[in-house]
């Protein structure tokens, strides 16, 4: 059964460490979205590739938050240096190349960060 | 203009109750309109999408209304179930500048008593 998968699913750290989540899409997707979800603000994009091209992180704070992916099966969103108002889930979702809208996305589990 | 406003925030149903969920949104180049079903510690599932030239779309106990002229859709979920407890995330999709974009709500908790 296909999934998107993230690691780690939880992360604590202090302020100003590096943090890096990872997210392997479904094979065979070719586009894939970071969204990050918090109570006050619920979802939102952060970032946006397709066939590994960045298309739009005009969500992302540009000075401490970073996203790539290196291959077809890995992308990443970097946080450095992470702050406590970081503290969210992170979520990675995959769409197929076959998929004609951009709505039919398929979601990971998440990444819970505390950033204390 | 990018906004879905989604109301309300919470809901209690009684099982065997209707659960109805409104969104509206302002941005006429919105054109699809998805919800999606996010159970505790998971990530959101697509539930059901509707297309703005269609005013209602079925599947199963889940319906989805859609009226262009006020710019509003919500979601009917029929003889609900304890099962059905979950958050339900409205959303709107639109191409912008070269790439294409969800916009969600601020998601409806949804309780289905036994």
């Known amino acids: 059964d296909a999934r998107v998968t993230q690691t780690p699913r939880h992360k604590v750290t202090e302020m100003g460490q590096e943090v890096t989540m990872r997210c392997q899409p479904i094979l065979g997707h070719n586009t894939v979205f970071w969204y990050r979800q918090t109570m006050m603000q619920g979802l939102e994009l952060l970032a946006y590739?397709?066939?590994?091209?960045?298309?739009?992180d005009s969500g992302m704070p540009k000075d401490r938050f970073s996203a790539e992916m290196p291959d077809a099966t890995l992308a990443t969103l970097k946080i450095q240096p992470s702050e406590p108002r970081d503290s969210a889930v992170y979520f990675c979702?995959?769409?197929?190349?076959?998929?004609?809208?951009?709505?039919?996305?398929?979601f990971g589990p998440g990444t819970r960060l505390t950033v204390t | 203009q990018q906004q879905v406003k989604q109301s309300p925030q919470s809901l209690i149903v009684q099982k065997g109750g209707i659960s109805i969920i409104n969104c509206a949104y302002e941005?006429?180049?919105?054109?699809?309109f998805p919800w999606y079903q996010q159970f505790p510690g998971k990530g959101p599932a697509l539930l059901i999408a509707?297309?703005?030239?269609?005013s209602e779309k079925k599947e199963g106990r889940f319906t989805i209304s859609f009226n262009k002229s006020a710019k509003q859709f919500s979601l009917h979920i029929m003889d609900s179930q304890p099962g059905d407890s979950a958050t339900y995330f409205c959303?709107?999709?639109?191409?912008?500048?070269?790439?294409?974009?969800?916009?969600f709500g601020k998601g409806t908790k949804l309780t289905v008593n036994p």
């Open positions: 941005n006429t180049a919105f054109d699809y």
């Open positions: 979702a995959s769409g197929s190349p076959r998929s004609i809208n951009s709505y039919e996305q398929y």
């Open positions: 959303a709107a999709s639109m191409k912008a500048g070269g790439s294409e974009k969800l916009v």
């Open positions: 590739f397709r066939n590994r091209a960045p298309l739009d």
């Open positions: 509707i297309r703005p030239d269609v």
